[in-house]
């Protein structure tokens, strides 16, 4: 996962503060201790349990996921017979399966198994399956498998008035946080993964993320909560792999906080061996003052993850293609850096104080000088400029902790990590993990000065 990439979206919201329980909800605290030289609240038994009542009102909350961007046909099959209806209410019309829905200028067209079904004239409208009880079925759109329902938006073009069509439009699942955290977890380990404790991190972290990503989005009013890429949490649909069931279930509304507030808890692949400081990394301004807080900023501490692929790694560029990467980059974001002539040098500029590198100095063969965070860097690196081949495996640059090297023609990049670096690794979770650490341990070491609560 890379979570926080959407945070080039000037979303201004307010960040929401856990409440405090009401008294017939409140539970005792039997024996909360602070882990040492880390500061992070714990029970002995189970997490402190104090409801989260705005929005989440001490009851597991719906997401909204964004599962399709921009298509415009998709197929529904699974469940036998469907229901079509406008998006939150309203009357349903029963549909039997499978069911195509396409749209075009004329509107949404929707045909089941028995022909094309008259238009019902929604401006929105949703799909979910006609059974009842714990065996619903769920819905599968090409080999993904979906609990709840879907919601389809379809894009305006032209006017936003309705009736306008542009050809496309949006998919989203909206489904308990629950299930869909099975999904998540699911997607964001390797299969073969199978230790507990590994799972129960992700989950919470997941969790939290989600619950803090959907207040945001709530109060700037959008569609949806939740990308299903990396741009917040991979999300393939639903899963039966019985670790990432029981990761969830045994986490169930576990979140982390810090000094009252939700944490954006970010987590990536591969630290390296050294951890980044989301301030470093995304904006700190107005309505992102989150990535201030203390767990999510840079500290040492021990490392795991030489288990990963990405642990090391070795890149090698063309150097006229890079320079044309970096200068449409910076284009694209309004930096300096887009007007950068040919890459000279790339010199460390700042470290954290775990002595990774913040930021850095890009040098053009005329002696300009632009700075740039190390998360830019990366994303500079992978640009997809004008003539430039896409990054493949071999090519890469995976993190922003790296070192350059210009050779002739040719820019040789070393690096370590996979990933942004700030919170939770997942191949150190995954070490601890298969050594018996508990999820606790691991979290305490991930987001040092957090607290653990349970939001429903």
């Known amino acids: 996962m890379e979570p926080g990439m959407n945070q080039a979206v000037p979303l201004l919201p307010r960040m929401w503060r856990l409440m405090r329980a009401r008294p017939k909800t409140t539970v005792a605290l039997a024996a909360a201790v602070i882990a ?3 500061g992070l609240w714990s029970c002995s ?3 402190v349990s104090r409801p989260v009542r705005d929005p989440v009102s001490g009851v597991e909350p719906e997401v909204r996921v964004r599962i399709r961007s921009g298509v415009q046909a998709v197929k529904l099959e699974g469940p036998k017979k469907f229901l079509l209806r406008p998006a939150g209410a309203g009357a349903a019309r029963e549909l039997d399966g499978p069911v195509n829905l396409s749209i075009g200028p004329d509107g949404v ?5 028995r022909g094309v079904v008259p238009s019902p004239g929604w401006n929105r409208f949703e799909v979910l399956s006609a059974a009842e009880g ?3 079925p769920r819905i599968r759109i090409d080999t993904s498998l979906y609990p709840g329902r879907l919601q389809f938006l379809p894009r305006r073009g032209g006017s936003m008035a309705e009736g306008n069509p542009d ?12 299930d869909y955290l099975v999904g998540v ?9 199978k230790s507990a404790g590994v799972h129960e991190v992700q989950a919470i972290c997941a969790r939290t993320y989600a619950l803090h990503q959907r207040q945001r989005s709530i109060e700037a009013k959008q569609e949806w909560d939740l990308e299903s890429t990396e741009q917040d949490q991979a999300y393939k649909g639903g899963t039966f792999k019985k670790e990432a069931y029981d990761g969830v279930r045994n986490t169930r509304g576990v979140v982390l906080t810090h000094k009252g507030a939700l944490l954006r808890a970010y987590y990536s692949s591969t630290c390296g061996g050294r951890t980044a400081a989301a301030a470093d990394t995304w904006p700190t301004t107005a309505g992102f003052e989150f990535n201030l807080a203390g767990p999510i900023q840079a500290h040492a501490r021990e490392s795991a993850c030489q288990i990963s692929p990405r642990y090391r790694w070795e890149v090698t560029r063309d150097r006229d293609m890079l320079s044309r990467q970096f200068r449409e980059f910076g284009k694209s974001r309004g930096l300096s850096v887009g007007g950068m002539g040919l890459l000279d040098r790339v010199d460390v500029e700042r470290v954290n104080r775990n002595d990774r590198p913040a930021s850095y100095v890009v040098v053009d063969t005329a002696g300009r000088r632009y700075s740039l965070s190390a998360e830019q860097i990366r994303l500079a690196c ?15 640059v995976r993190s922003g902790d790296l070192e350059v090297a210009v050779r002739g ?3 040789v990049i070393k690096g370590r990590g996979f990933g942004h670096g700030v919170g939770m690794c997942q191949f150190c979770a995954k070490a601890w993990s298969d050594r018996g650490d508990s999820w606790r341990e691991m979290l305490a070491r991930f987001y040092p000065g957090a607290t653990i609560e349970r939001a429903y």
């Open 36 to 38: 040492a030289a880390v």
């Open 45 to 47: 038994t189970t997490p």
């Open 109 to 113: 067209r929707v045909e089941d198994a």
């Open 134 to 136: 714990n065996a619903t």
């Open 167 to 178: 050809g496309r439009m949006d998919v989203v699942t909206v489904t308990g946080i629950e």
């Open 185 to 193: 977890v699911a997607a964001e380990l390797y299969p073969d993964w």
């Open 382 to 396: 992978n640009f997809r400029a004008t003539g430039v081949p896409a990054p493949t495996a071999a090519t890469l």
């Open 409 to 411: 023609s040719n820019v």
